[in-house]
């Protein structure tokens, strides 16, 4: 079975977020860049169905600015065997929408034919939590979002998923597309001969056009500004001010 | 304008809070009819048309539709779609799983977690946990969108709007559910508790979130959790409050140990009064709370504890 997975290029998840000055979104120039954190977890799940012997090749893909190719070598030095850029904007800041990239990742799975495709449940850019959903109903393949165990058996696999109630397992018909969660398992670093084996691995250029699909986006992006700040209240020295301040408040 | 509203049905019970909140929300952009859909939900349904401002509802009752499975959901909401400009549903889990799929079925972009309607096309929501607010225009006839509701007022339960039995779609084979382990609890549900009370990596361990849970059931609150307490293991994910996890807004947000990462203040800063115990003084919480208390939570929660109530 090849597993496909998606990984997109995002602000690393350390870095302080701006917004820019004249309201047009976040600033992302000179800015630290890195895989998106729940795709990671999906490159993981990928190389360990492979190591496992129910995977043979592990495909990772991109869509975005030719820099991603950078977080595709992560994936490929992680263990992904080889990739696949789709280079569908110029600048950083366009950001492809779910719907676009879906189509595009449509594509993609009409060519390559994996059993499965896994992917983070959200960008942490956008937090969208759409394009694993959005392929799945573009391939008419069955979906399992959120995972937070996944065992494929054959022609199907059984899902744990992380939802409001607790968690739930399904079972769903291969091929299948499924978002994972934070807890499906911990991401392994990249060791230094394997970055460097990485840079041999083949990595094909492609655009939206070869997939015959428009990226252009759907949404207009009016303004971007800061959340409303919260005012700081005020510091309390014992409990007992507490409670008092809490019941003045009629809270409790 | 007419809408579409996807409420929220756990086992056959509709949540109230959070599709009446929906409800407040979509009746900005028309005439609100609410879709139920369950293996029994005529009860949800029937509890559905009392909130004030839903003009219909539509009850899809059907053995495929029970568990909220996202193929046969989304088959059946896209075969309604065609009545409706907008297409919404309050951001549960469920709604997260499902509406993407509507939307890519219709071809259109979905809008996730609305947290504000400026008009029939343009739309706020957060991006990048939080940290950012955009304002978005959408291009597409049919808008799909979820809403986070925790902003919005429940709408009034005084309404009488008629209940309407509608087909279900075929079963499309493509999953089917195995269980839920779903934790049974007396407390109050979090997203819609009055009162919450969340502990956070500072608490240790899940021995010592007993003293959280003692303080909670003191107040009579639902439990939250940081994700770093989560991520521990201290605490069940569906206790998370978060960008990726739940997103309250009570009367009384208690934080203990919580340090208040911005992924975590995106999802309580709305509460009306927040409090935070933590033993850093530095901690960032302390910049949004309302009452700050620089302490061992260990000494504080107990006393804290002991003397309410």
């Known amino acids: 079975m090849k597993v496909l997975v998606p990984v997109k290029r995002v602000i690393d998840y350390n870095v302080k977020v701006r917004v820019k000055a004249d309201g047009s979104g976040v600033d992302l120039a000179n800015v630290k860049m890195s895989m998106n954190p729940f795709d990671e977890i999906a490159v993981e799940e990928a190389i360990r169905l492979k190591e496992a012997g129910k995977a043979d090749e592990v495909v990772a893909v991109s869509v975005g600015v030719k820099q991603a190719q950078e977080t595709l070598r992560t994936a490929l030095a992680m263990g992904a065997d080889r990739a696949i850029l789709v280079v569908a904007a110029d600048d950083v800041h366009n950001d492809i929408e779910p719907l676009a990239v879906a189509k595009i990742l449509k594509g993609i799975v009409d060519e390559e034919q994996p059993g499965l495709v896994l992917c983070g449940k959200q960008a942490i850019d956008n937090d969208m939590n759409a394009t694993g959903q959005m392929l799945s109903a573009l391939l008419g393949w069955s979906q399992a979002t959120f995972a937070s165990e996944v065992d494929v058996d054959g022609d199907s696999a059984v899902v744990t998923r992380e939802v409001d109630g607790g968690l739930q397992t399904i079972k769903v018909k291969m091929p299948s597309i499924v978002t994972v969660d934070l807890r499906l398992n911990e991401p392994r670093y990249a060791s230094l001969p394997n970055i460097m084996k990485a840079k041999k691995k083949p990595l094909d250029e492609k655009t939206p056009a070869d997939y015959g699909v428009d990226a252009s986006p759907r949404l207009t992006v009016v303004s971007t500004k800061e959340p409303e700040a919260r005012s700081a209240g005020i510091m309390v020295g014992s409990v007992d001010e507490l409670v008092e301040k809490l019941k003045e408040a009629g809270a409790v | ?309």
């Open chain 2, 1 to 309: 304008m007419a809408v579409l509203l996807i409420a929220d049905v756990n086992a056959g019970e509709l949540s109230v809070d959070a599709t009446a909140k929906a409800v407040s929300a979509a009746g900005a952009l028309g005439d609100v009819t609410v879709l139920c859909v369950g293996a029994n939900c005529k009860g949800a349904a029937d509890e559905a048309a009392k909130i004030d401002g839903v003009a219909k509802v539509l009850c899809a009752e059907d053995a495929v539709l029970g568990h909220q499975m996202a193929e046969p959901a989304a088959d059946l909401i896209v075969s309604l779609a065609g009545d409706y400009s907008h297409i919404a549903a309050p951001g549960t889990t469920d709604a997260k799983n499902i509406m993407p799929r509507v939307a890519a079925l219709l071809d259109t972009q979905i809008i996730s977690e609305v947290t504000a309607i400026v008009d029939g096309d343009t739309f706020e929501r957060p991006i990048y946990a939080g940290n950012a607010i955009q304002t978005v225009k959408s291009g597409d006839a049919t808008k799909v969108m979820t809403i986070r509701t925790a902003g919005f007022d429940a709408a009034g339960m005084g309404g009488s709007a008629s209940v309407e039995a509608i087909g279900a779609p075929a079963d499309p084979g493509l999953s089917s559910w195995v269980e839920d382990k779903v934790a049974e609890s007396d407390r109050p549900e979090l997203t819609s508790a009055g009162v919450v009370v969340s502990g956070g990596r500072g608490v240790g361990s899940e021995e010592d979130f007993a003293l959280i849970e003692g303080l909670a059931d003191k107040l009579n609150a639902a439990v939250g959790a940081s994700r770093a307490a989560v991520d521990s293991g201290y605490a069940p994910n569906d206790w998370q409050v978060g960008q990726t996890g739940k997103v309250v807004a009570p009367d009384l947000y208690v934080a203990v140990g919580i340090s208040g990462a911005i992924q975590h203040l995106a999802g309580m800063k709305d509460s009306k009064i927040i409090v935070a115990i933590n033993k850093d003084e530095e901690a960032p919480i302390f910049q949004v709370a309302d009452f700050g208390l620089v302490a061992d939570l260990f000494d504080a929660v107990p006393e804290l504890t002991s003397k309410l109530g």
